[in-house]
């Protein structure tokens, strides 16, 4: 007798002693995602580099990083209780020899053959061969189980959904995608809080930017001395306060010294106020804008949310501009055509919801060329937005409903609460840039970690690049 595991059954169905033969055999076959490699890492507490990390693993024996052994034994776990002889049997011993490493890719096949029977313990010698895509085994031994006496035949249990969220792989993703650009000139405007500066001095070690940190010269140097981090390569401009920090920042860009700018540890109001002065500003004949560009874990593209923290009230022109200028940074990060998604409440126009009506508005002067280089659709109501489920159980028939690449929102406070919503119930890696002035603008929440800063400063830097290309 011979079995191919159903990874899925709805029944599980076990072998009785009395039913297995010698020779009669079982196969499991399984592809090891990295995922995987991560949640045996999680559930074992192995957290050896070998498995984990890639740069380490690169400079090591298998020049990639490799799967724990003893995840070839558990998948052995798996047939030997779900199939052969499946529900009932009980682990007495496991013996196992590791013949070569197991990669994120492979395809490996679990092949179980009962070698012997002992009828005074009812238990079985079972051989184990656990062996990859091109043949070749990774590991090989025995088990011996207590096999079960009764049949069993019972509902497979459900198991718990579990994401992984690796949160620095996605982060080295977007850093990677700038890598190749020259650095830009930054010039961060009162980085003295521990992750402005941290924002900043990680966003120069990688590459993405040369740092012009204008605040008060001596906190930032007793600042970076105490987070034991080195100033090199930074330019400092000294000044009194932060008023005079985000007003001197703001002249380097308009001087054309800089090729954008950076909040540090001032408020949003104070360091605006200096970007949109009409004497001594940057601003330009479109709107100012806020994006979030958020990686989503549960969400299958890359996701843009605009306007969350520059127009509070915004109008239908205001409104076009925030499209524009949301559609222009997603051409920067390579989405040729993006889907444009105008939320509301609802998903039909309303005229007791404005917002309805300028979702249609819209939505029909992108049909008149007013806006250019993205498909949009609107209203839709945040599900139908990002859900195909959703869109089709309502009948709705759009290349933007459950795909949408940008969310438009109705309001600031609506857009504030979602991109914070994303962050800290989804888990999304969030960098935030102003788009519409002279230079592009990384604009993060003061509570923001180092990380999201030089993100923000990586979509900065190919904003720039496209900018150098001709594009707006």
Same mark, same amino acid.
């Given at each position: 007798?011979?079995?191919?595991?159903?990874?899925?059954?709805?029944?599980?169905?076990?072998?009785?002693?009395?039913?297995?033969?010698?020779?009669?055999?079982?196969?499991?076959?399984?592809?090891?995602?990295?995922? =995987?490699?991560?949640?045996?890492?999680? +559930?074992?507490?192995?957290?050896?580099?070998?498995?984990?990390?890639?740069?380490?693993?690169? =400079?090591?024996?298998?020049?990639?990083?490799?799967?724990?052994?003893?995840?070839?034994?558990?998948?052995?776990?798996?047939?030997?209780? &779900?199939?052969?002889?499946?529900?009932?049997?009980?682990?007495?011993?496991?013996?196992?020899?590791?013949?070569?490493?197991?990669?994120?890719?492979?395809?490996?096949?679990?092949?179980?053959?009962?070698?012997?029977?002992?009828?005074?313990?009812?238990?079985?010698?079972?051989?184990?061969?656990?062996?990859?895509?091109?043949?070749? #085994?990774?590991?090989?031994?025995?088990?011996?189980?207590?096999?079960?006496?009764?049949?069993?035949?019972?509902?497979?249990?459900?198991?718990?959904?579990?994401?992984?969220?690796?949160?620095?792989?996605?982060?080295?993703?977007?850093?990677?995608?700038?890598?190749?650009?020259?650095? #830009?000139?930054?010039?961060?405007?009162?980085?003295?809080?521990?992750?402005?500066?941290? $924002?900043?001095?990680?966003?120069?070690?990688?590459?993405?930017?040369?740092?012009?940190?204008?605040?008060?010269?001596?906190?930032?140097?007793?600042?970076?001395?105490?987070?034991?981090?080195?100033?090199?390569?930074?330019?400092?401009?000294?000044?009194?306060?932060?008023?005079?920090?985000?007003?001197?920042?703001?002249?380097?860009?308009?001087?054309?010294?800089?090729?954008?700018?950076?909040?540090?540890?001032?408020?949003?109001?104070?360091?605006?106020?200096?970007?949109?002065?009409?004497?001594?500003?940057?601003?330009?004949?479109?709107?100012?804008?806020?994006?979030?560009?958020?990686?989503?874990?549960?969400?299958?593209?890359?996701?843009?949310?605009?306007?969350?923290?520059? &127009?509070?009230?915004?109008?239908?022109?205001?409104? +076009?501009?925030?499209?524009?200028?949301?559609?222009?940074?997603?051409?920067?990060?390579?989405?040729?055509?993006?889907?444009?998604? /105008?939320?509301?409440?609802?998903?039909?126009? &309303?005229?007791? /919801?404005?917002?309805?009506?300028?979702?249609?508005?819209?939505?029909?002067?992108?049909?008149?060329?007013?806006?250019? $280089?993205?498909?949009?659709?609107?209203?839709?109501?945040?599900?139908?937005?990002?859900?195909?489920?959703?869109?089709?159980?309502?009948?709705?028939?759009?290349?933007?409903?459950?795909?949408?690449?940008?969310?438009?929102?109705? =309001?600031?406070?609506?857009?504030?609460?979602?991109?914070?919503?994303?962050?800290?119930?989804?888990?999304?890696?969030?960098?935030?840039?102003?788009?519409?002035?002279?230079?592009?603008?990384?604009?993060?929440?003061?509570?923001?970690?180092?990380?999201?800063?030089?993100?923000?400063?990586?979509?900065?830097?190919?904003?720039?690049?496209?900018?150098?290309?001709?594009?707006?």
């Amino acid at each position: 007798m011979s079995t191919e595991a159903d990874e899925t059954p709805d029944l599980l169905e076990n072998i009785t002693f009395d039913e297995i033969k010698v020779g009669d055999s079982a196969r499991l076959t399984r592809t090891v995602r990295r995922e =995987d490699i991560q949640l045996f890492a999680v +559930v074992s507490g192995d957290v050896n580099p070998s498995h984990l990390d890639d740069d380490w693993a690169r =400079d090591n024996a298998f020049g990639e990083i490799v799967a724990h052994g003893m995840l070839s034994g558990a998948l052995i776990s798996a047939l030997l209780g &779900n199939e052969f002889p499946g529900p009932g049997t009980v682990y007495v011993s496991q013996n196992l020899d590791f013949e070569s490493g197991v990669h994120v890719g492979d395809t490996l096949t679990v092949t179980l053959t009962c070698l012997k029977k002992l009828p005074t313990t009812k238990h079985l010698r079972i051989g184990c061969v656990v062996s990859n895509q091109q043949g070749s #085994v990774v590991a090989r031994g025995e088990a011996v189980v207590a096999a079960p006496t009764e049949k069993v035949r019972r509902p497979r249990a459900s198991l718990p959904e579990v994401m992984v969220t690796d949160r620095q792989r996605r982060y080295e993703k977007v850093i990677d995608a700038a890598e190749g650009l020259p650095a #830009v000139r930054v010039a961060v405007a009162h980085p003295c809080d521990e992750e402005s500066l941290k $924002g900043a001095l990680l966003a120069r070690d990688e590459g993405l930017i040369v740092p012009v940190l204008v605040g008060p010269e001596g906190r930032i140097r007793r600042l970076a001395e105490s987070l034991g981090s080195s100033l090199d390569g930074c330019e400092l401009v000294a000044t009194e306060h932060s008023t005079e920090s985000a007003e001197r920042a703001v002249a380097l860009a308009r001087a054309g010294q800089v090729d954008a700018l950076m909040k540090g540890s001032l408020h949003t109001d104070e360091f605006m106020a200096a970007v949109v002065d009409r004497d001594t500003g940057i601003r330009t004949g479109r709107r100012i804008s806020h994006v979030y560009v958020a990686d989503v874990p549960r969400y299958p593209r890359t996701l843009l949310v605009t306007d969350a923290a520059i &127009n509070i009230q915004p109008d239908l022109e205001t409104k +076009v501009s925030i499209v524009q200028n949301a559609i222009d940074l997603a051409h920067a990060i390579g989405i040729a055509m993006p889907r444009v998604a /105008i939320l509301s409440a609802v998903e039909t126009v &309303n005229a007791k /919801i404005p917002s309805t009506l300028d979702a249609a508005a819209l939505c029909k002067m992108a049909d008149r060329g007013q806006i250019k $280089g993205g498909l949009l659709d609107g209203p839709l109501a945040f599900d139908n937005a990002i859900s195909e489920f959703a869109a089709r159980t309502k009948g709705i028939e759009s290349d933007v409903a459950g795909r949408a690449d940008i969310l438009v929102v109705p =309001d600031l406070e609506s857009g504030n609460m979602l991109g914070k919503q994303l962050e800290y119930f989804a888990g999304a890696l969030l960098a935030g840039v102003v788009l519409g002035a002279r230079v592009p603008i990384v604009l993060t929440s003061r509570a923001d970690r180092a990380e999201a800063r030089s993100a923000s400063c990586a979509i900065v830097k190919r904003l720039v690049a496209k900018k150098g290309e001709g594009a707006p």
